[in-house]
């Protein structure tokens, strides 16, 4: 049985998933809107910082997306800006297809992760990453421009946003631009913690 496809992100109260410039991603603004899961145990453990680290929801909610990601899809400029953040062993530790226009060979890198270059538009990169996923959910990592691609496509299942309690002001907006006139919306879960509140819908067409 083929798996879901998905995204999942953090979002400012204002409606930001991430700041305007690259250079910025790992800045103030960014790292307070991310805030939920840096402290979570399973945090710790993916990015092999050691022991500790909370439990609790926030935590679960971080272990089950990354449990029933099989693959990923990220659009080309994610990639470049993770391409300098990343540690050699990658968070994802599962297939990744980068939607790009350029022709590259496959990248391997620790722990299972290896990015593979489509220069042939999103739904190709789609079917390779339900292939390579299984069973499992394939998830549309970023950044908002791939995110807003698949939605508008009618290519997303369902989604969750971590709202977290910060203030952008400017940057990129997740649904800017969306075609609302072919999306509806249907609420599954409303999550508080002390960090973030966890937003879950499914997506149907109109």
């Not at 929801?57 to 993770?82: C, H, P, W, Y």
């Not at 300098?84 to 530790?93: C, T």
């Not at 022709?103 to 990169?125: C, K, M, N, S, Y």
Request: glycine share 10%; hydrophobic share 40%; proline share 4%.
């Amino acid at each position: 049985m083929t798996g879901k496809v998905f995204f999942s992100v953090s979002m400012s109260l204002d409606g930001f998933i991430a700041p305007q410039s690259p250079d910025e991603l790992m800045g103030q603004q960014w790292m307070e809107l991310q805030q939920w899961v840096f402290p979570t145990r399973f945090f710790r453990e993916n990015l092999g910082l050691g022991a500790g680290g909370d439990e609790g929801l926030d935590n679960d909610i971080a272990r089950q997306t990354f449990e029933r990601t099989g693959a990923s899809v990220m659009g080309k400029r994610m990639f470049e800006a993770g391409e300098q953040a990343w540690p050699e062993d990658a968070p994802f530790h599962t297939p990744v297809f980068v939607v790009t226009h350029e022709t590259r060979d496959p990248w391997e890198r620790l722990g299972g992760t290896t990015f593979h270059f489509v220069d042939d538009g999103i739904e190709t990169a789609l079917d390779l990453a339900r292939e390579a996923a299984g069973d499992r959910d394939v998830r549309i990592a970023g950044g908002g421009a791939a995110i807003l691609e698949y939605l508008n496509a009618g290519l997303v299942d369902e989604f969750s946003i971590a709202l977290s309690p910060v203030l952008f002001g400017a940057g990129i907006r997740l649904f800017d631009g969306v075609d609302a006139s072919r999306i509806a919306l249907q609420q599954v879960s409303s999550q508080p913690t002390k960090r973030a509140t966890h937003l879950t819908y499914t997506v149907r067409q109109r």
